[in-house]
């Protein structure tokens, strides 16, 4: 059987083995997923004691997914841009590819899932670490008529303009800005990609931003109650929130079907996922 496995640290919550396993079913595909622990400082032999392993290939979540880029023979474009990998491929060449699926999760979560429009409107991005660079090549390319980029460090979030303005659509507005300084604007749209809800925080992002018709979407989730930015928005009487579940059943989805060259039908899996 064709061996594949998530590989993080820590690693004991991951719902991959999960999902993968139901793709597996639904597909018909045989093959195993397991979530394993890797060490920080050895993930670079680790991984090639899985490819003598015969392992063909792996999924990789925090705090590996800038290591696993490194150590990609090739990249992606998507992967290239995110300076990130979430999925290898260990081709039978002896070569290692290095892809990133977290970007096209969000955007078919929220496009084919949600049905939010994303060209021509106002988007808030909450944060500027690893995650959020995974997802701005995607959301870019939905065309949002404006991408602002707040973040408590703002020179992260400066950064992060500067290295994707040159590649956003003509029309697309891109910027930085500190929380104090996001003003009374409202947005349409609202993606929470920072950690603060690892300890049940939110972002210092002013009510005034949120309007009647404002969207929230967290890209962490919570199969027990609703993460911390979820509920700020449910308190404040957003239009629509989501937690980023179907981000996460999505860009498994993407690994997949890079690996199996088969799509599986990822709505019956989120409401597996979301019973139990
Ligand atoms: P990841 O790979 O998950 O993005 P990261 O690179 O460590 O992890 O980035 C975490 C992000 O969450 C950062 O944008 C961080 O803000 P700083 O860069 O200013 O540290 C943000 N973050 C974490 N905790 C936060 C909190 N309590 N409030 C606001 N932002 C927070």
Same mark, same amino acid.
């Given at each position: 059987m064709d061996k594949y496995a998530v590989v993080g640290?820590?690693? =004991?919550?991951?719902l991959s083995p999960r999902i993968h396993s139901l793709f597996a079913a639904e597909t018909n595909q045989q093959l195993e997923y397991q979530a394993l622990e890797l060490d920080p400082d050895q993930f670079e032999h680790q991984v090639a004691e899985l490819i003598e392993a015969g392992f063909k290939g792996i999924n990789i979540t925090v705090p590996f997914k800038e290591k696993a880029w490194a150590i990609a023979d090739k990249l992606s474009p998507r992967a290239s841009d995110a300076g990130a990998v979430n999925t290898l491929i260990f081709q039978d060449d002896g070569l290692i590819a290095g892809d990133n699926t977290d970007g096209i999760g969000l955007t078919r979560d929220m496009?084919? =899932?949600?049905? @939010?429009l994303i060209k021509h409107r106002k988007i808030l991005v909450l944060g500027a670490g690893g995650a959020v660079r995974g997802i701005l090549g995607p959301l870019l390319a939905q065309k949002p008529g404006l991408v602002t980029i707040t973040n408590r460090t703002v020179a992260k979030a400066d950064e992060l303009v500067e290295q994707f303005r040159p590649g956003s659509i003509d029309n697309t507005e891109i910027q930085s800005c500190s929380y104090e300084d996001l003003g009374n604007e409202k947005f349409d749209l609202i993606i929470n990609g920072t950690s603060a809800g690892l300890h049940n925080e939110v972002p210092p @992002?002013?009510?005034?931003?949120?309007?009647?018709?404002s969207i929230c979407y967290d890209m962490m989730y919570n199969i027990e109650k609703p993460t911390a930015f979820v509920q700020w928005a449910l308190d404040r009487g957003a239009l629509r929130q989501f937690d980023g579940l179907g981000m996460l059943v999505e860009q498994a989805a993407e690994a997949f079907f890079i690996w199996r060259g088969i799509r599986p039908d990822t709505q019956e899996v989120l409401a597996t996922l979301r019973q139990n």
């Open positions: 640290n820590p690693i =004991n919550h991951s496009i084919t =899932n949600h049905h @939010i @992002i002013p009510d005034e931003l949120l309007g009647i018709n």
